[in-house]
């Protein structure tokens, strides 16, 4: 299926599909990177602290990006 818009031209990738059982497993955690919580992830919204965003697990620090101001 081609994409559209600001997707035109894009093609998803002929990937075998995953099992349910697949896709419930969970993948490992690199122990070395610190836990956070959502309560803690609530602290960075912003204003006096940098905010973060947070994506598939993954922490992200946007504070370098005006748009999360």
């Known amino acids: 299926m081609q994409g559209s818009g600001f997707m035109k031209g894009y093609k998803r990738p002929d ?3 995953k099992t ?3 896709l419930k ?3 490992t955690r690199d122990e070395s990177l610190p836990l ?3 309560e803690e992830l609530s602290k960075h919204k912003g ?3 940098k905010p ?3 994506l598939k ?3 992200y620090d946007v ?3 005006e748009v999360y101001d």
Do not use: M
Request: charged share 25%; hydrophobic share 40%.
């Open 47 to 49: 204003g006096d602290s």
């Open 36 to 38: 956070y919580d959502l």
């Open 15 to 17: 990937l075998p599909k």
């Open 52 to 54: 973060w965003v947070c």
């Open 25 to 27: 497993q969970l993948e």
């Open 20 to 22: 349910l059982k697949e």
């Open 63 to 65: 504070s370098a990006n």
């Open 57 to 59: 697990g993954v922490i």
